[in-house]
């Protein structure tokens, strides 16, 4: 940050910085089930190389003991049948709708952060890079 040499402002960048890698992260893991790969320019491979992604945790928070049974015999597995499997419990357990609300929410929390750590930062910036990858498609 050209111009700016205070620990505090350095500090607080970070923890804007921190939370929208964080936010971009997520929709990444989201993108790598749902995205278009004519949008996003690639197949997700999430589900066959076992990642510990966003969509895998939520839905093991979310699941009873049969459908984590299912994410265990499926997940991981190079098998298209399996990657069905998986696609649909996440269908079952809503998980779009799950990532719809952590969207939005994580979006407006990371507003609220850049409006109250930027002080002498410039607010613009973060604001434009916030709105640059909310809703993203790629």
Request: charged content about 30%; glycine content about 6%.
């Amino acid at each position: 940050m050209a111009g700016i040499h205070d620990d505090d402002s350095h500090q607080n960048a970070k923890k804007i910085l921190l939370e929208m890698g964080h936010f971009f992260q997520v929709q990444d893991d989201y993108l790598d089930c749902y995205g278009d790969p004519a949008v996003t320019g690639k197949i997700g491979t999430d589900i066959e190389e076992n990642k510990c992604g966003w969509l895998a945790v939520t839905a093991l928070g979310l699941c009873t003991p049969a459908q984590r049974k299912v994410m265990e015999d499926n997940y991981a597995r190079n098998e298209p049948q399996c990657v069905a499997r998986v696609k649909a419990l996440y269908t079952e357990l809503d998980i779009q709708r799950h990532y719809a609300e952590y969207e939005e929410k994580s979006y407006q929390q990371l507003m609220q952060m850049i409006e109250e750590y930027s002080q002498i930062l410039p607010e613009e910036m973060f604001i434009a890079f916030a709105n640059k990858i909310y809703k993203r498609q790629k």
